[in-house]
């Protein structure tokens, strides 16, 4: 291994999971496949929503920028870890790795705020129905996007470059599948504590934060649900809020776990798992989630394969 990292000044090696060599085929095959699937997933909640007037509302406004970001986080890593795992070169340009780390940061960052977003939209949604759409007015939505993408953003501007410039000492072995934080932290040959007690900081803000308010909120919306009389009622509210809670609950138990404890305290394989479970399974299932929980989203999606079947009946 030292003579791969004497040869690949200003590269990084990307180990993953050659550790297991004995997996890497499997897993080539099971994440290409869900990756596929994470692809066509996201693209038709995008199009579904954006196409069918009837979901031109806050909610799927929302959900179109969720799909967005899983599709360009699941993005950011995938291709770059089925190349590895399908041949022998494991290496990563520096841009690449500053790239991938940059994007990595920033996308899990404005997840996590926009998943506060939507819980908002839908304590004003269940708690003020009357007041409902004067509420989530179009400006209010953009407005708390693009806070959602600036805090995000912000974020990563600030800790890539930090993690970056720690001195490595001639090590070039991300002991990782990806570019992450904490893999990079581990690295240095500095003693890191002041570096990871800023990220606990941050991690505070763009982590904990938004998960207190959504449970706040969440908190309000049992509330109200609970004083809805007819059973239909309260299953209905039930209902629309299911798929985001489901959604924040397998986004935050990965997250948390992760990078709230970015030193060495953790088995690397298992930290490797659970990122790969962060990066591919969740934004496979967000997909699957929302279309088989929400009644509107497969009612737009048999809207629109009727009129493409009538479409080619006409021809």
């Known amino acids: ?33 869900a990756y596929l699937l994470t692809l066509v997933g996201n693209t038709t909640i995008i199009l579904v929503s954006r196409l069918d007037p009837h979901l031109h509302t806050p909610m799927y406004f929302f959900l179109t920028h969720l799909s967005f970001l899983d599709l360009s986080f699941t993005t950011s890593s995938i291709p770059q870890l089925l190349y590895n795992l399908n041949g022998h070169d494991k290496t990563i340009s520096y841009t690449g790795c500053a790239i991938q780390l940059f994007l990595f940061l920033g996308l899990g960052g404005v997840e996590c705020l926009l998943l506060a977003v ?10 003020k129905p009357l007041h409902y759409l004067v509420i989530m007015n179009p400006r209010l939505c953009m407005s708390l996007v693009l806070v959602a993408w600036g805090c995000g953003v912000a974020n990563s501007l600030v800790m890539s470059p930090v993690t970056l410039q720690l001195p490595r000492c001639g090590h070039h072995s991300v002991d990782h599948f990806l570019c992450e934080m904490p893999a990079l932290i581990r690295m240095a040959c500095v ?19 938004p998960l207190v308010f959504i449970l706040v909120s969440y908190g309000y919306i049992v509330r109200a649900v609970l004083q809805i009389q007819p059973v239909s009622g309260r299953q209905k509210a039930f209902n629309t809020c299911g798929s985001h809670l489901t959604v924040v609950s397998l986004f935050y138990g990965n997250i948390i776990y992760m990078y709230m404890q970015p030193g060495n305290s953790s088995s690397q394989d298992q930290s490797k798992f659970l990122t790969l479970f962060y990066n591919i ?13 929400n009644k509107e989203v497969k009612g737009a ?7 493409n079947r009538g479409e080619i009946g006409k021809e």
């Open 118 to 127: 939507m819980a908002y939209d839908r304590f004003v949604a269940v708690c």
């Open 301 to 307: 999606l048999r809207r629109m394969l009727l009129d």
């Open 281 to 293: 399974v969740t934004p496979l299932l967000n997909p699957l989630i929302y279309t088989l929980r």
């Open 1 to 33: 291994m030292d003579g791969t990292n004497d040869s690949t000044q200003g590269n990084f090696i990307l180990l993953g999971f050659s550790n297991h060599p004995h997996l890497e085929r499997i897993l080539f095959v099971v994440i290409l496949i």
């Open 191 to 209: 003693n890191t504590a002041a570096i990871e007690g800023t990220v606990f900081v941050l991690a505070v803000g763009i982590v904990l934060s």
